[in-house]
């Protein structure tokens, strides 16, 4: 039952291990801003290519394969469902009222078909169970490749940053890229600090997650045995005890800070007691390079 550890999705992994660490936390940012951002309104092809790109930076990375394989392996087999369900479900909206009369008898009446017939079965028949007409053209095809991919694309570049960056690291970058904003009175240091807050707490909740899982296999739940209602009921009762055990785990965190005399700090003073890595310039050069080419690159040839 100790699945949960051995995937650190979301959670920093110390070791000397790989260049990806000497990059500087504030190009790691703007990498992640490019995976995230860069889909939008991208066509198939440019898509396509950044996961490709994002799986050769996973396996040249110099990372030990143990951190991210697991975690990777299970990405891909939900990009794949949630890919599979977008295929098969209507990519358009059925219309609202059939015509009454064959749109053929009538004159000057455009029928509209499916621009592209991927793949299409007619009416099928297994004993009493009938499946009807299905048809998958190229808008359900392009709905499904942006759904898969762009899950991938998010979570894994995401998760790559986390793995890779201290927490105390990332929120210093993201508070140095949001310094600007504190001209136009937004509480930089306030918002850093609870995103630091939050990104301590991700090994609780998983923590929390197992817990539960770990209690319900050592009862001997059946699901199946329990039925639709029970089952779901129970599924239910354990979502329910999670979020009352983060809160209180959250309150007592909030308890043992205000007890302490916490007050709210710059990310820098977090910052200069973390176990940091050193950032190599060349490296850094060579990052903003490349992410300057991508940029241009997705400008260019984005929307294919």
């Known amino acids: 039952m100790d699945w949960l550890r051995q995937i650190p999705m979301g959670q920093y992994v110390d070791g000397p ?12 940012v703007c990498w992640s801003l490019l995976f995230l951002l860069s889909p939008v309104l991208a066509g198939p092809i440019w898509r396509v290519a950044l996961v490709v790109g994002l799986l050769l930076l996973t396996f040249l990375s ?8 697991r975690s990777c392996l299970i990405l891909v087999l939900l990009s794949i469902t949630v890919g599979l369900l977008s295929l098969f479900l209507p990519a358009v909206d059925p219309p609202m009222a059939f015509s009454l009369r064959d749109p053929a008898e009538l ?14 079965l007619g009416p099928i028949s297994l004993g009493a169970l009938s499946l009807g007409p299905l048809v998958i053209d190229r808008a359900s095809a392009l709905l ?8 991938f694309t998010v979570i894994h570049s995401v998760n790559l ?14 508070s140095w890229l949001l310094s600007p904003l504190r001209r136009l009175g937004v509480p930089v240091n306030r918002l850093s600090f609870q995103l630091l807050l939050a990104l301590r707490f991700l090994p609780l909740v998983q923590e929390e997650l197992q817990n539960l899982l770990r209690s319900l296999v050592s009862r001997a739940v059946s699901l199946r045995r329990l039925g639709f209602k029970a089952g779901f009921g129970l599924i239910l009762a354990v979502g329910e005890r999670l979020l009352a055990n983060i809160l209180l ?32 310039p060349w ?18 040839y984005g929307a294919y």
């Open 249 to 280: 785990r959250a309150e007592q965190g909030a308890d043992a800070l205000v007890a302490r005399g916490g007050r709210v700090l710059p990310p820098g003073d977090f910052r200069s007691g973390s176990a940091q890595v050193q950032s190599t």
């Open 161 to 174: 940053v986390l793995i890779t960056t201290p927490p105390e690291d990332l929120v210093w970058a993201l």
């Open 17 to 28: 291990d790989g260049w990806l660490r000497r990059i500087d936390p504030r190009v790691k």
């Open 107 to 120: 004159p000057n009446v455009i029928v509209e078909s499916p621009s592209w017939d991927l793949v299409r």
């Open 62 to 69: 110099g990372l030990p394969t143990r951190i991210w394989s």
């Open 144 to 151: 499904g490749l942006r759904t898969s991919t762009l899950v």
């Open 283 to 300: 490296l850094n050069g060579i990052a903003l390079l490349v992410l300057a080419v991508m940029v241009g690159m997705r400008g260019r």
